[in-house]
């Protein structure tokens, strides 16, 4: 069965300090892989998704960015953190080739920036 | 533009049955998702929807109307665990979801 991982769990950073958030996928070959963000009572903001390796888009124009080195893995970065980066923050993946093929969650990860 | 309209909030009594309604308007169509979250975890896949009609999953329904942007989702039978989120999210011409901002749903016993 596929497993999705994602850590860490909870994340306090200073503002102005880089950010590394990880991301990886079990038990499935080239997934559609998705980085959202989610703010307090609002919907889900996606911010990246890729359909390969080295494939990025970018939805929201921000100072976080994404990248993937291998097939199921997927890491959001920044470089300088800013106190509107907090959020609750979620990894996801889709099966390729299945368009009505539902998302899959990490457990997310729970930024916030001081 | 695109736009998904849930209730923000509701209200129901542990037993009871509660209907989650999901209007959207969106650039195309291709599926309707409803999604579960519980406070401070991620969603989880509840139904999907393309065809109008009923969907039974146990205690439950999700349902679609494409000709009136609407679709709700049924819970039967309510347990205190199904206090969560509920998320409506579309797909669009273009394979991307549109989210709804959930509902929040409080089981009282």
């Known amino acids: 069965s596929q497993t999705i991982h994602q850590w860490p769990a909870t994340l306090v950073q200073p503002v102005g300090s880089p950010l590394s958030l990880e991301c990886t996928v079990e038990?499935?070959?080239?997934?559609?892989l998705y980085w959202y963000r989610q703010a307090a009572g609002r919907g889900l903001q996606l911010l990246f998704y890729?359909?390969?390796?080295?494939?990025i888009s970018s939805e929201v124009p921000q100072n976080l960015s994404a990248s993937r080195p291998q097939d199921r893995q997927f890491i959001l970065s920044s470089k300088k953190l800013l106190l509107s980066d907090s959020g609750f923050y979620l990894c996801?993946?889709?099966?390729?080739?299945?368009?009505?093929?539902?998302?899959?969650f990490g457990n997310g990860t729970r930024l916030t920036v001081t | 533009g695109q736009n998904i309209d849930q209730p923000t909030e509701m209200t129901a009594t542990e037993g009871a049955i509660v209907q989650i309604n999901c209007t959207y308007q969106?650039?195309?169509?291709?599926?309707l998702f409803w999604y579960q979250q519980h406070a401070g975890e991620a969603p989880t896949f509840l139904s999907y929807n393309v065809l109008d009609g009923l969907e039974e999953k146990g205690r439950f329904s999700s349902f679609l109307s494409r000709s009136k942007g609407y679709s709700y989702l049924l819970l039967k039978e309510l347990q205190m665990k199904d206090s969560a989120s509920y998320l409506c999210?579309?797909?669009?011409?273009?394979?991307?979801?549109?989210w709804g901002a959930g509902t929040k749903l409080i089981i009282k016993p």
């Open positions: 038990g499935t070959s080239n997934p559609n």
């Open positions: 890729s359909v390969g390796i080295g494939q």
């Open positions: 969106t650039s195309g169509f291709n599926g």
């Open positions: 996801a993946w889709s099966a390729t080739g299945v368009e009505n093929s539902p998302l899959h």
């Open positions: 999210a579309v797909m669009d011409s273009n394979y991307q979801l549109i």
